[in-house]
T-cell receptor, first 113, second 113 residues
């Protein structure tokens, strides 16, 4: 099945680390993505991980993938007020062909001073 | 390179009308995908075009259609608009291979009255 779940809301203090979690159900997923959406804007690609990897680090962002539990997380180090946005995880599956992404519900991150 | 562009950015229509939205992909990208974003249903895949052919399709009624031109620009059309079609319509482009990373435009916000 195609079902991606995320918690709806996360609040952190500026300078702390944020961890946004995502679970997916389709074991055929090969690429998993994190996108950021600011108010009134489109989706900004943050990072992605291939399904045969456990971890990927990109500056302040760390992605962890637990394929056995179908669990994906995005850690943002030293969270800033500019990180306040909605974060979506998405999976790209081989079934159906092409470039279809299935998105989670999105996690709204609020960074407080 | 310029990013994905979408026109118009905002649109107001009345029930029963039809609407055409346009998307210009990143230069060199041959695949264009369309997504609908609503508060209730989240982000849902509409369809994908590659080399002027529809390569993948989501679960939307036939009122939603699209096409792609030889220069990779794409249009989507919604006929007989319903109130529930009010949404942010996002276009994404990728180079074209299966499961290529998708880059999103700013979206067209459609309001149906």
């Amino acid at each position: 099945g195609e079902d991606v779940e995320q918690s709806l809301f996360l609040s952190v203090r500026e300078g702390d680390s944020s961890v946004i979690n995502c679970t997916y159900t389709d074991s055929s997923s090969t690429y998993l993505y994190w996108y950021k959406q600011e108010p009134g804007a489109g989706l900004q690609l943050l990072t992605y991980i291939f399904s045969n990897m456990d971890m990927k680090q990109d500056q302040r962002l760390t992605v962890l993938l637990n394929k056995k539990d179908k669990h994906l997380s995005l850690r943002i180090a030293d969270t800033q007020t500019g990180d306040s946005a909605i974060y979506f995880c998405a999976e790209s599956m081989l079934t159906g062909g092409g470039n279809k992404l299935t998105f989670g519900t999105g996690t709204q991150l609020k960074v407080e001073l | 390179k310029a990013g994905v562009t979408q026109t118009p950015r905002y649109l107001i229509k009345t029930r029963g009308q039809q609407v055409t939205l346009s998307c210009s992909p990143i230069s060199g990208h041959r695949s264009v995908s369309w997504y609908q974003q609503t508060p209730g249903q989240g982000l849902q895949f509409l369809f994908e075009y590659f080399s002027e052919t529809q390569r993948n399709k989501g679960n939307f009624p036939g009122r939603f259609s699209g096409r792609q031109f030889s220069n990779s620009r794409s249009e989507m059309n919604v006929s007989t608009l319903e109130l529930g079609d009010s949404a942010l319509y996002l276009c994404a482009s990728s180079e074209g291979a299966i499961q290529e990373t998708q880059y999103f435009g700013p979206g067209t916000r459609l309001l149906v009255l």
